[in-house]
């Protein structure tokens, strides 16, 4: 064996141990191979998130041992979303005004899907060109698993991430753990735009 066979397998090993995980189907199915290379975090009563960013694309899962709905929050520290998964998606965004963020926004639910299949694989898509991110909602997959993925690209500065997901008796478990301001207001998980709320981005987890 010649020096550049050799160098040629060697090449070959690198290239395949750094293969990025398979493509996430957002069905709200845990796919050991798709998530693979993802950071797992363990949160209170045996539930935890899985992250994994591809290039500018942040994948989210939220793994709960019951029946869940979810929020997810993004901040630039000017501006926060707010990304509801519950049966339905959609998102809304604050401004912050001195102590407060506030909006004038409402839900309006979209994507109501309850069979994954290559027809909705597509509104899926569509859904995430036009809006930046995109879920399963809960009637997908096994009602404990909420799968995100996120468009980074269009935020331009440090970025902060926390979630929150409630089960039915509105019991409400948050990354990061114990947080203390309104990401965790009861009213606003349900999916109700409340106005003049309390962040504290900066006690987030950074993503960018």
Not at 21 to 39: A, P, Q, R, Y
Request: aromatic share 12%.
């Amino acid at each position: 064996m010649n020096k550049f066979t050799t160098l040629l397998i060697i090449l070959i090993v690198c290239i395949s141990c750094s293969e990025p995980s398979k493509i996430i189907h957002l069905d709200g199915v845990i796919d050991t191979e798709e998530w693979k290379g993802s950071e797992e975090y363990q949160l209170n009563e045996g539930n935890k998130i899985l992250l994994l960013q591809k290039d500018h694309v942040l994948y989210i899962a939220l793994i709960a041992k019951e029946d869940i709905w979810s929020h997810l929050y993004l901040s630039d520290g000017k501006t926060i979303k707010v990304m509801h998964a519950s049966a339905a998606l959609d998102a809304i965004h604050y401004t912050k005004n001195k102590s407060l963020w506030l909006t004038k926004e409402n839900f309006k639910y979209q994507m109501r899907d309850t069979i994954y299949n290559d027809k909705l694989q597509q509104k899926m898509d569509d859904y995430y060109t036009k809006n930046g991110w995109v879920a399963n909602n809960v009637n997908l997959g096994n009602r404990k698993t909420i799968e995100f993925k996120i468009d980074l690209s269009s935020w331009k500065q440090s970025l902060y991430l926390s979630c929150v997901f409630a089960n039915m008796n509105m019991n409400i478990f948050s990354f990061p753990k114990e947080l203390k301001d309104h990401t965790v207001l009861p009213r606003l998980v349900q999916g109700y735009a409340v106005d003049s709320l309390s962040f504290e981005p900066s006690t987030w987890m950074k993503v960018k």
